[in-house]
């Protein structure tokens, strides 16, 4: 044990002691910076028209959604709405630049917003729409139920977001969740950068003492193999969750710091109104920090894995790049559905809101679990599937040699 420590030490030193570590880590934080603060960069454009700066229209709207902050989604805030949208006139093409809509309208566009995401009622819709609140209901039980048909749930499937709809504490209740959405929206980014991060950094932990032929040198230590090929993956995996850590770190950091913390306890539905677990936004970015940083250690795996089979940290690099790259660009056909829901739960496309908190689920002797729940374990099994391969390559190698 205490030779595999002081090999683990070692191979930790080798990495963090690598300048294009270093470099790719600064340029992945300005990433994330950009990634979180973008929202409030630049001009607001209707259609040609420069309508305000972005950093301004969060301002005066953070003002509006404090007034609401707090209160129920009940008959009353709806028909406040509906009456304030009402005053906007229906011959305005540009109904956002209209003075009727700044003065009464943009004070209720957050739950506007909102009763739009989860009724999928059009703009104009909206404005016929006599507000409701136990229709508001059944047009997202309707909303939810043609989401389910389109996914191509079972009914076991069907019947337990049932469940966990009824289980939502009604009415609603309007909180500010702006970073909290920044967060679910930037994670997709933000893994993306974890992955490629890992592909860079440790495409090379294996295959340079083959390029650099010190590999029979290394391999020959009385310690043995397993200690030296171990504690290579142990500070992979290591990197691999402290560079996660650090990015999605920084990422909260930026998003608190900017639009602020409140609305911990508010409902998830509040931003993914499609989502029927009873969960908080405040339980969502535990959730989201744990996925990030178990993707991160099947995927250290993996690229290490390969930079042993290939002997070449850039083919290496190429294979997992562009397999990041292809998930990126590429999907597959819901009408598929073990086909896509593998292709979604894979370790290059898991990181994106949809997929972390998809509707598909894992069925084990009747009971179900989410992607949420069942990814992260299915990855730490995989983890030690393709660790144990790597350690056959890895002794099969020495006994071959050169």
Not at 66 to 74: C, N, S
Not at 291 to 299: K, L, N, P, R
Request: some cysteine; proline content about 2%; overall charge neutral.
């Amino acid at each position: 044990m205490s030779n595999l420590k002081m090999l683990y030490y070692y191979e930790l030193k080798k990495l963090w002691k690598r300048k294009m570590i270093w470099v790719t880590l600064l340029i992945f934080l300005v990433a994330t910076a950009i990634t979180m603060l973008g929202e409030l960069i630049g001009y607001y454009y209707i259609g040609s028209e420069k309508a305000d700066t972005k950093y301004h229209m969060f301002l005066v709207d953070r003002e509006y959604q404090k007034q609401l902050d707090g209160r129920e989604i009940d008959q009353s805030l709806l028909e406040e709405m509906s009456d304030a949208y009402g005053r906007i006139p229906m011959t305005a093409e540009k109904y956002s630049l209209t003075e009727e809509y700044q003065k009464y309208a943009r004070p209720y566009c957050a739950v506007f917003n909102f009763v739009r995401d989860t009724t999928r009622m059009t703009v104009s819709e909206m404005m016929q729409w006599i507000p409701d609140l136990e229709d508001f209901y059944r047009k997202r039980q309707t909303m939810l139920e043609e989401d389910w048909e389109s996914c191509s749930l079972s009914d076991g499937e069907k019947e337990f977001w049932r469940q966990k709809e009824a289980e939502l504490e009604v009415p609603f209740m309007y909180r500010i969740t702006e970073s909290y959405n920044m967060l679910l929206q930037g994670v997709a980014t933000v893994g993306v950068l974890v992955l490629l991060s890992v592909s860079i950094c440790l495409s090379g932990v294996f295959a340079e003492e083959h390029t650099r032929r010190t590999d029979q040198l290394i391999l020959c230590s009385k310690h043995g193999k397993d200690a030296a090929y171990w504690a290579k993956v142990l500070a992979g995996v290591s990197f691999a969750v402290g560079v996660s850590f650090l990015l999605f770190t920084f990422a909260a950091i930026l998003a608190f710091g900017v639009y602020g913390a409140e609305g911990f306890d508010a409902a998830f539905q509040l931003i993914f109104a499609k989502y029927s677990y009873p969960i908080t936004v405040g339980q969502m970015v535990f959730i989201l920090y744990g996925c990030v940083m178990v993707t991160a250690v099947i995927f250290s795996v993996f690229v290490m894995v390969l930079s042993e089979l290939f002997h070449s940290g850039i083919a290496t690099l190429a294979v997992t790049s562009g397999m990041i790259i292809l998930s990126m660009i590429c999907s597959v056909p819901v009408q598929y559905r073990i086909a896509a829901q593998i292709w979604n739960w894979s370790p290059s496309s898991f990181l994106a809101p949809w997929n972390i908190f998809d509707v598909w689920m894992v069925s084990v002797f009747g009971h179900y679990f989410t992607a949420w729940q069942a990814v992260p374990v299915i990855y730490v099994v995989i983890s030690v599937g393709i660790g144990a391969i790597g350690k056959i390559v890895y002794r099969r190698f020495q006994v071959s040699g050169r």
